[in-house]
């Protein structure tokens, strides 16, 4: 692939990953705020509670090359549900 395309495959991801990162903040957090979760990173959100600690974790598995493979977009994520 031509260097100018990778770039501009690169550039995109990064804003898709702004418009994923700002939609979890403004979406998904005020709702895991009212359930007890009080620490965040832009795709970590924790609970720490007395005998246990939750944590949840929004993740992309799809590159621009997976994504167009399945049809999908690079927004599209999975969620990881911990508890410690």
Same mark, same amino acid.
């Given at each position: 692939?031509? $260097? /100018?395309? &990778?770039? $501009?495959? /690169?550039?995109? &991801?990064?804003k +898709?990953?702004?418009v994923?990162?700002?939609?979890?903040?403004?979406?998904?957090?005020?709702?895991?705020?009212?359930?007890?979760?009080?620490?965040?990173?832009?795709?970590?959100?924790?609970?720490?509670?007395?005998? /246990?600690? +939750?944590?949840?974790? @929004?993740?992309s598995?799809?590159?621009?090359?997976?994504? +167009?493979?399945?049809?999908?977009t /690079? @927004? $599209?994520?999975?969620? +990881?549900?911990?508890?410690?």
């Open positions: 692939m031509p $260097s /100018t395309a &990778l770039k $501009s495959h /690169t550039e995109a &991801l990064s +898709d990953n702004k994923v990162n700002a939609g979890i903040r403004r979406a998904i957090r005020p709702f895991l705020s009212e359930h007890g979760f009080g620490t965040f990173a832009p795709r970590y959100c924790w609970r720490h509670r007395e005998e /246990t600690i +939750d944590a949840i974790h @929004f993740w598995p799809y590159n621009w090359v997976r994504a +167009d493979l399945k049809g999908i /690079t @927004f $599209s994520c999975q969620v +990881d549900l911990c508890m410690y």
